[in-house]
């Protein structure tokens, strides 16, 4: 193959790759000399039997595109991407989660509220701002633990609830997820046993896994939580090192633990020497007439890691979150510097910005009271769609409902069988090493009720209508 | 105690642990009775017998603030935040990192790049613009692999060197950190043999430390980088998952790689079916005449994860980096949606913006020079002060010298009377978990040379002249 041939095959190969789109320009005659080291000569051939064979066009005084793509020709699959994955569980979760990001599925099964709540063009302003402000040096002053005064704003919303906790022993992370992680990190060796809830927000079993840590799956009751006694008996009966769970509008269920429940549970942890890593990224979002308290409230003993973030209540993009570390501070920043080194620095500005602006509280009060209404609305139209024998868990806080069908119906067949209907939802099995919750979905309740999700939730019902009689088919009658 | 004490109590331990600030104005009466759930009352006593004694002050239709610190009383160390902590490579490394953060410090053992050479100007209007574009769903478009206008800016940026690298393959990270540490957990189990160089990054040595990795070290030469006999010896014997190394400026030594190097490399590695993960964030501040290709251009069996970032030559708080993952793209991407969830939005879209401008190149053409200049500037200065005993080792790209003191003295010892003087230095023990370099330290060369470096400079150099009196009272006289 001669020189220009092979530069002209390399450019058609990233033509397929995607490198270069219909459309692109492509690098001009003497950029690509420069590049190739080809000479003039060389080049002009390769871009002259490239447009011959309507590859590129030429436009004049401006360069070469490429060219639309012919008919019925597709992009060639990024094979190389997709092949020799073992379906797991995160394999499992990772692919609903990437359904959901594409535009055109109803995204029930989303974490995320729906971020039109969130005030973009306050936000925005914030990020104006600290684009007239950051200096050189902003990125050496805002590595771990983090900017001085966004530590400083998150203490004093701390104080307003009556907790003492110092800005020296808070870290600023990449969301709440990286919080946890390096709390888990921080506190065990692979190996060791920890606990979580049974049902749980899956990252901590990804986590967990990751890690190579082993699971003790404590019951959780839908509206009551964790069940102490069954959280005694495996702190008796196993070497626990820390238990990770959410006390204030738990994922994937909803409740929030009473303040004498919050206080047993640090009780009881205390008391065996095992580290409460305590997720709470949802204590904004309650609908009573104040704030819970975290457990961390009740600690006395420095025995608890305190997680969370601004994505759940103000903005998810910006990924800022932050641990209440006490004594493991110091260890967590050591962790970061190993793993991302740092937030991003204009960020933390930016929210330095905004929440010096004093807006942040009404409007937790707006989303809030905007959350609530339509978790009502959803919670409305799923009465008036689904079958009798689906069982709908309200809860008092946050943007979720935790649907059970009746068993032996998957919620998994039924995730499958709604995404190739464009609608996502996120089945129990995310949520659980056991079978448990087979039957359960969680419902995300914070999109604006349109006709659009109208319809989702008529179509998911017929889904399961259609489940209901072809499992009956099979059942002798009574 | 009384409500109004407890209260009082709780504001003075706020005030001691740095919640509050002389100066800050503290909540009004009212909102200390809302988030207190005490009376009117009992708040007003708790702040007049905090103004008795002086430690807040009422200014009239202004609220109440605290009041400056009594002179001779300190503000309470941050007692709980640093106890505990055994003495290991990873805080050492710590500890010269955060002594580089103080601005009093003349940061020589600094691994960034001043941040006085990147174009704040155009990134932060690249900022401003992003602030009147972004959306509320830019969040969703961002998550990963990341930005696909970022990743085919990024594949074009691949595709001038001749690479064919689709965007499907590139997953966009917390800087090449993350990249790196993603890339090393997706080929490894805990226990598994990886092999670094000596003396390599500490990042590599952390890594391997944090995900219970054991680290082969093969020797690597100040100019010639790493020894290939020693290495297929050492494939040979062992049974290896993975290789960290950098082909070009490599840290600390600043040693490129030549092209035949590379090639037998991979060709070695492929050989041995073990995984190339590429650190390679120093490849745009090459000093020759074309930029270096990095050893995944020899691959043809998809065994190399190149890793890069804008950190070392664009912006280092942005904290953008990506993986050219290959086959374990979608397992990278799995890995970052566990851990960190996703790179900041607004971040990627900024840098979007910035490479459409079209100044990149410009910018690194310039930045080149300036390292360059500086680097010849801080050269001569280690000349004019050094003993002649100290070696001083040059290389042919980016802000590294790598300097070497006589045998036996140790630049740890160096660096710790250095910091007592405000010099920071690089020690060759952060390199390395043999003792091969206790006498080498790496030096920053890129600051604007002026008095405040000059003096630096010279009072490294007596203090090295001391040390070497020391010993040589010590030694026989020859």
């Not at 709390?183 to 927000?201: H, K, M, R, Y």
């Not at 937030?343 to 009060?365: I, N």
Request: net charge neutral; glycine share 6%.
């Amino acid at each position: 193959m001669k020189k220009y041939q092979r530069l002209a095959q390399q450019i058609i190969s990233q033509i397929e790759l995607g490198v270069w789109q219909p459309g692109d320009k492509l690098p001009s005659l003497r950029e690509q000399v420069v590049s190739s080291g080809m000479s003039f000569m060389t080049v002009g051939h390769a871009y002259q039997m490239l447009e011959s064979q309507g590859r590129i066009v030429a436009r004049p005084q401006s360069g070469y595109y490429v060219a639309a793509r012919p008919t019925g020709q597709q992009p060639m699959p990024p094979a190389q991407v997709m092949r020799d994955e073992a379906v797991d569980i995160n394999t499992y979760i990772f692919d609903v989660l990437q359904a959901s990001r594409d535009p055109s599925v109803v995204p029930f099964a989303s974490a995320f509220p729906d971020p039109r709540l969130f005030p973009l063009q306050q936000l925005n302003r914030s990020l104006a701002n600290v684009s007239k402000t950051a200096t050189a040096m902003s990125v050496i002053e805002n590595l771990p633990p983090g900017n001085v005064d966004l530590r400083h704003a998150i203490a004093r919303r701390y104080a307003q609830q009556g907790m003492n906790i110092s800005p020296d022993e808070i870290v600023i992370t990449a969301g709440a997820l990286e919080a946890l992680n390096l709390s888990l990190q921080a506190v065990t060796e692979p190996g060791d046993w920890v606990i979580v809830e049974n049902p749980c927000f899956y990252g901590a079993l990804q986590a967990l896994e990751r890690l190579k840590l082993k699971a003790l799956s404590v019951a959780t009751d839908v509206h009551e939580g964790i069940d102490l006694n069954a959280l005694a008996q495996a702190l008796n009966d196993y070497p626990v090192k820390a238990c990770w769970l959410m006390t204030n509008g738990q994922n994937p269920l909803g409740f929030t633990l009473s303040a004498d429940k919050k206080a047993q549970l640090v009780a009881l942890l205390t008391q065996h020497n095992v580290t409460l890593i305590e997720d709470d990224v949802y204590s904004e979002l309650y609908y009573g007439r104040e704030k819970p308290l975290p457990a961390k409230a009740w600690d006395r003993a420095d025995m608890t890691l305190h997680c969370s973030s601004f994505s759940k209540c103000l903005v998810a993009g910006f990924r800022i979150g932050w641990v209440a570390a006490g004594k493991h501070a110091r260890r967590i920043q050591q962790l970061q510097l190993m793993s991302t080194l740092s937030t991003s620095s204009p960020m933390q500005l930016a929210l330095v910005d905004y929440l010096a602006t004093k807006r942040y509280d009404a409007h937790l009060r707006r989303l809030r009271r905007t959350l609530a209404e339509r978790k009502q609305q959803a919670w409305q139209a799923l009465l008036r769609h689904m079958p009798a024998e689906v069982k709908i868990h309200h809860s008092d806080s946050g943007y979720f409902l935790w649907l059970e069908l009746p068993a032996p119906l998957d919620a998994g067949e039924l995730s499958a069988q709604a995404l190739a209907h464009h609608i996502s939802i996120a089945p129990g099995k995310m949520f659980s090493t056991s079978d448990t919750w087979t039957p359960f979905f969680r419902f995300n309740t914070s999109w604006a009720w349109g006709e659009r999700e109208e319809q989702a939730v008529a179509q998911l019902a017929a889904i399961i209508y259609g489940m209901l009689t072809h499992h009956n088919a099979y059942l002798p009658a009574p």
